[in-house]
C-alpha cells in the first residue's frame, strides 16, 4: 500500500474514533451469525461491555465505559500480579482499568492510542476512578514510543486491522515484548476475499471491515515478525451463512494468542 493510502486511512480512523470519543458512543458490534459489518447508520448509545465482559469484571470498574471491540483479549490474557501490560488502540480505557485489576499495584500498564480526543477521555476516566498504575501515551502502533523488551503482555482489541501496515504492527510487538512475553489480542478477519471496492473504501476501513485480511494471513505476518506457534483460541462468525458488505465472504472475530521466544 502506498504511503498516501496510508495516511488517508489513518486520517479516516482517527476523525471517527475522535467523534465517538466526543459521544462516548459505540460503533462496533460483535459479528454474532453472519452480522452486518462493524458500522452501522445508527449511532446511538451502544456499548458491546456487557456482551464481552462478565458482570464481575464490569462491576470492578466504577464507570460507565463503552466498549468499542470484539473481544475480550483480559480472559485471553490470563495476566498476573506485577506484570507490565501494553493496550494497542486503548481508547476510552476499558481493557486497560481491567488489566490494572488484574496486574495489581506492583504491575503496570500503558494504553496506546493515536487518538487525541480518546487520549483525553480515558485520562479523565483513569483520574473519575483514581487508578493509578495505568498511563495513556499518545501515539501509532507501527512506531510505538516505547521501549524495548520493556513489556510482559501486549493486548489489543479489534484494533489492529485498521492498520495499513500490520506488517509494522507485529514487528514492534515484537520488539516491546520481553523475551517469553505473549501477544492476546481479539480482531477482525476475513475467511475469503473481501471485495476490492470494500478495500478501497475509507468508511469501510474506519469500520473495521476494508483492513481485515484473510486469517491465514493474519498468523503468517504474526509468525514473520519472529512470534512462535500463533494460534486462533476463539472464533466468532460462521463463513458457511452468508457474508458483510454484499460479499461472498464474512467478516469474523478471532482471539489469537502467540509468544516471544525466550
Same mark, same amino acid.
Given at each position: 500500500?502506498?504511503?498516501?493510502?496510508?495516511?488517508?486511512?489513518?486520517?479516516? *480512523?482517527?476523525? &471517527?474514533?475522535?467523534?465517538?470519543?466526543?459521544?462516548?458512543?459505540?460503533?462496533?458490534?460483535?459479528?454474532?451469525?453472519?452480522?452486518?459489518?462493524?458500522?452501522?447508520?445508527?449511532?446511538? @448509545?451502544?456499548?458491546?461491555?456487557?456482551?464481552?465482559?462478565?458482570?464481575?469484571?464490569?462491576?470492578?470498574?466504577?464507570?460507565?465505559?463503552?466498549?468499542?471491540?470484539?473481544?475480550?483479549?483480559?480472559? &485471553?490474557?490470563? &495476566?498476573?500480579?506485577?506484570?507490565?501490560?501494553?493496550?494497542?488502540?486503548?481508547?476510552?480505557?476499558?481493557?486497560?482499568?481491567?488489566?490494572?485489576?488484574? *496486574?495489581? =499495584?506492583?504491575?503496570?500498564?500503558?494504553?496506546?492510542?493515536?487518538?487525541?480526543?480518546?487520549?483525553?477521555?480515558?485520562?479523565?476516566?483513569?483520574?473519575?476512578?483514581?487508578?493509578?498504575?495505568? $498511563?495513556?501515551? =499518545?501515539?501509532?502502533? $507501527?512506531?510505538?514510543?516505547?521501549?524495548? $523488551?520493556?513489556?510482559?503482555?501486549?493486548?489489543?482489541?479489534?484494533?489492529?486491522?485498521?492498520?495499513?501496515?500490520?506488517?509494522?504492527?507485529?514487528?514492534?510487538?515484537?520488539?516491546?515484548?520481553?523475551?517469553?512475553?505473549?501477544?492476546?489480542?481479539?480482531?477482525?478477519?476475513?475467511?475469503?476475499? &473481501?471485495?476490492?471496492?470494500?478495500?478501497?473504501?475509507?468508511?469501510?476501513?474506519?469500520?473495521?471491515?476494508?483492513?481485515?485480511?484473510? $486469517?491465514?494471513?493474519?498468523?503468517?505476518?504474526?509468525? @514473520?515478525?519472529?512470534?512462535?506457534?500463533?494460534?486462533?483460541?476463539?472464533?466468532?462468525?460462521?463463513?458457511?451463512?452468508?457474508?458483510?458488505?454484499?460479499?461472498?465472504?464474512?467478516?469474523?472475530?478471532?482471539?489469537?494468542?502467540?509468544?516471544?521466544?525466550?
Amino acid at each position: 500500500m502506498d504511503d498516501k493510502k496510508g495516511k488517508q486511512i489513518k486520517a479516516t *480512523v482517527r476523525e &471517527l474514533y475522535g467523534q465517538i470519543a466526543a459521544q462516548h458512543t459505540s460503533c462496533c458490534q460483535p459479528p454474532e451469525d453472519n452480522s452486518s459489518c462493524c458500522c452501522s447508520d445508527d449511532t446511538e @448509545d451502544i456499548s458491546n461491555a456487557a456482551l464481552l465482559y462478565s458482570r464481575e469484571e464490569l462491576a470492578a470498574i466504577s464507570t460507565d465505559i463503552p466498549s468499542l471491540g470484539c473481544g475480550n483479549p483480559i480472559a &485471553l490474557s490470563e &495476566l498476573k500480579a506485577g506484570e507490565v501490560v501494553l493496550d494497542l488502540g486503548s481508547g476510552g480505557g476499558l481493557d486497560c482499568f481491567l488489566a490494572a485489576k488484574n *496486574v495489581g =499495584p506492583k504491575g503496570r500498564v500503558i494504553g496506546l492510542d493515536m487518538t487525541p480526543e480518546m487520549i483525553k477521555l480515558a485520562r479523565m476516566n483513569a483520574d473519575k476512578m483514581g487508578v493509578k498504575n495505568v $498511563e495513556f501515551r =499518545p501515539g501509532e502502533m $507501527e512506531k510505538m514510543p516505547i521501549d524495548s $523488551e520493556s513489556v510482559d503482555v501486549i493486548i489489543s482489541n479489534c484494533v489492529i486491522n485498521l492498520s495499513p501496515d500490520k506488517d509494522a504492527v507485529f514487528k514492534e510487538a515484537f520488539r516491546v515484548l520481553k523475551p517469553g512475553g505473549r501477544l492476546c489480542v481479539s480482531d477482525m478477519v476475513t475467511h475469503g476475499e &473481501l471485495p476490492e471496492s470494500v478495500r478501497q473504501d475509507l468508511s469501510q476501513w474506519a469500520c473495521c471491515v476494508g483492513g481485515a485480511i484473510d $486469517e491465514k494471513a493474519y498468523l503468517q505476518k504474526i509468525r @514473520d515478525a519472529g512470534f512462535n506457534k500463533p494460534q486462533v483460541v476463539q472464533i466468532k462468525g460462521d463463513s458457511s451463512k452468508g457474508g458483510c458488505c454484499g460479499s461472498t465472504s464474512i467478516i469474523a472475530s478471532v482471539a489469537v494468542k502467540a509468544f516471544k521466544p525466550k
